[in-house]
Each structure stands twice: as C-alpha cells, then as structure tokens.
C-alpha cells in the first residue's frame, strides 16, 4: 500500500543506501524507493538478497558489509556515492534479535547506529536525511527481549538528542521509525511465547509494505527533524512522544 500523501516528486531521483537491505523491511524499503522513482539503491548487509530479487537495472547495487565494522560502513558509503554518483538517504537498518548475546545486540542495534549516522553525516550534503530504524520496543517495554529492547531505547534517544545540532550545523534531517509487530523478517515467529501474542493482539501486526510507507512520509516530510515516528497496524504512522497523536499528511 502507498502512501497517497507522499508525492513521488519527492523520491524521484533519490539515492539511497540501505542496511540490512536483504531482510524483509530492507527489501520493502527498497522496493518502496525504487517504486517511488529513486535513481539509485544500495543494499548492504552480510547476507545477499535473494537471487532474482533485484536486478542491476532496477538501479540496485549490493554491498556486502557488516555494519559492526565502522571502517567498511564508511568504505560502504563512500563507495555507494560513487556509484550512484551521489548520496541523499542512508537509512540504518541492519538488526538483530539476540536475547543470548548482549554485546551482539549491543554492537549491531545501538553501536552501529551511532557510527553510521556520524559516517553518513559527514558523507551526506545539505538536504541529506538519516532514518534509523528503531522499534515499538524501543519506546515500550518489551518483557519478552529486554536486551534488544533498551539497544533500540538507544537508538531513540541517541537520534532525538543528535538531530537537531545535525539540521542546524549540516542541514542533515535526521528521524527514527519505530515499527511495531511485522509479519516478516524478524517479527515472523512460529512459536509464540504468551507475551508476544498478548502484544500482537494489543498493536496489531503490519506487512513490510506499512512500515516503507511511513518511511516515504519520513522523506517527504521536511518539517519533522528529530521526531521518533511510531507506526503500529492499530494506530497508523504517529508520533508516541506525543500521547500517540496521529502523524499529520505530509505537506505536498
Ligand atoms: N520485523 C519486525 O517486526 C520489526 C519490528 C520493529 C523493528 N524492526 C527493526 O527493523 C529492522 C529490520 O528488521 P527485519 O524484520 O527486516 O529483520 P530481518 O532479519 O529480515 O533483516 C535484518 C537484516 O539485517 C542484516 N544484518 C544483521 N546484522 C548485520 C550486520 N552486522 N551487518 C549488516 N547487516 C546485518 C541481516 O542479514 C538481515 O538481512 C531491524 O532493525 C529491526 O530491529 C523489525
């Protein structure tokens, strides 16, 4: 489903790069961009797409990259500037579950975040945008994964304290999406413990497709800078730091 407020002039002609971009919200991500009229994709990660997902005359270029390494996500999009000729979007996507492995989570949900939105900053002009992709968990408590749950606490925090000063010294808009349950990718659970089903009944859960929408009202929207974006299948794309109020159209 597209977004009927979100003018494709916007995207037209955008360059992006996208991590964690073979997962499903990347790969929603990207289908989105490209539908939309984006000139140009790159998808990193440390797994490939699927094969047949893209072609390279879909304007998609593949990177394979772990974002943990600040040095290769730095060579990553410097890389993608290249190719794609220039850089307007870096959204930061790479994620992991990993209730086992606090310094995993740590590493890729919350440290990785912060180095990338520094790299893209300093690799993006004037009109760049950041998106990092945080979560419902990151706002809410989530019992279930208390780890992966204060990793995207971080990400809300680090991106609401970071955008301003970044808007006003680069003119870099800077936002955090945080999606509630999804159908894919990592919110496709066979087996369900008590908690996620109660919460899966409470927020509702969304296809990929959702989540890309409220990302393109992200991008279309200039006036938002630092605004952590909540979108959930019950309560649409809103702001939750405002008592969930709705998120207006974005202005054409
Ligand atoms: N699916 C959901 O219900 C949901 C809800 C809220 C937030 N999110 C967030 O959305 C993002 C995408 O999640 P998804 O559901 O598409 O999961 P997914 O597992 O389908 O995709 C995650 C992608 O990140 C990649 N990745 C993991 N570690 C990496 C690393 N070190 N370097 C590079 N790439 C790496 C994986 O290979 C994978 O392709 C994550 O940040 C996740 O926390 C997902």
New binding site residues.
């Given amino acids: 489903m597209v977004s009927q407020s979100c003018s494709r002039d916007k995207i037209r002609g955008i360059r992006a790069w996208v ?8 790969m929603a991500f990207v289908r989105a961009l490209l539908s939309h009229g984006a000139a140009g994709v790159v998808l ?4 490939a797409p699927e094969e047949g997902t893209f072609r390279a005359s879909d304007g998609v270029h593949f990177h394979y ?4 390494s600040v040095s290769a996500v730095i060579e990553s999009l410097k890389r993608a500037e290249h190719q794609l000729g220039s850089l307007d979007l870096v959204v930061n ?5 990993a209730e086992h492995d606090l310094e995993a989570t740590v590493a ?2 919350l440290k ?1 975040v912060i180095e990338a939105t520094e790299a893209a900053a300093r690799v993006l002009g004037k009109g760049g945008m950041i998106v990092n ?5 990151g706002i809410f408590p989530a019992r279930e994964a208390p780890y ?1 749950a204060a990793s ?1 606490a971080g990400v809300v925090m680090y991106t609401r304290s970071k955008a301003r000063r970044l808007f006003s010294e680069k003119g870099v808009r800077l936002n955090v999406l ?5 159908s ?5 659970v066979t087996e369900m413990a008590p908690g996620w089903e109660r919460l899966a009944e409470v927020v509702g859960v969304m296809e ?1 497709a959702e989540v890309a929408d409220a990302l393109l009202r992200i991008i279309c929207d200039k006036e938002m800078v630092g605004m952590a974006v909540y979108v959930s299948k019950k309560t649409g794309v809103c702001y939750p730091l405002r008592g969930l109020r709705p998120m207006r159209e974005a202005k054409l």
Avoid: Q
């Fill in positions: 991590s964690g971009g073979s997962g499903a919200l990347g990193a990660d440390i797994r990259m772990d974002v943990r996507n790479a994620g992991i579950v890729t949900n990785a992709i945080g979560s419902a968990a992966y995207k945080c999606p509630a349950w999804v894919a990718g990592m919110g496709k990929p």
